[in-house]
């Protein structure tokens, strides 16, 4: 069974970075991909950020586009993604997903069955 493990989050100013880190173990394949869905406080949860773990190709919301990169590596089965420029819109708790057999529309969740298990992401003054 494919298990993840998510790392970082933590509280930072408006304009402040963060980096959150996602680790499978377990098989993962060529389809394979790994993404970022966010939840805040009595909204919905949306999607971020995704990225086929073999050939690197990257997906992003039109909220994040231009101040969050994914990046990932394949052989270590993990993604990375660095969060820049931070707004207290972008306040929520965070969580690594994988979809086995590719990633689709930025906008839906449909294939992502595996989940982390979370990481908060607190920006205020």
């Known amino acids: 069974q494919l298990q993840l493990a998510e790392s970082g989050g933590g509280s930072v100013q408006p304009g402040g970075s963060l980096t959150l880190s996602c680790t499978a173990s377990?098989?993962?394949?060529?389809?394979?991909?790994m993404g970022w869905f966010r939840q805040a406080a009595g909204m919905e949860r949306e999607a971020v950020a995704s990225?086929?773990?073999?050939?690197?190709?990257?997906f992003y919301s039109n909220s994040v586009n231009g101040r969050f990169t994914i990046t990932g590596n394949n052989a270590q089965k993990t993604a990375w993604l660095q969060m820049d420029n931070l707004k207290p819109e972008d306040t929520g708790m965070y969580y690594c997903?994988?979809?086995?057999?590719?990633?689709?529309?930025?906008?839906?969740?449909?294939?992502?069955?595996?989940w982390g298990q979370g990481a908060q992401v607190t920006v205020s003054s």
């Open positions: 997903a994988v979809a086995q057999g590719g990633c689709p529309n930025i906008g839906s969740k449909d294939g992502f069955n595996t």
């Open positions: 990225i086929y773990l073999y050939g690197g190709r990257t």
């Open positions: 377990g098989v993962i394949y060529g389809s394979t991909c």
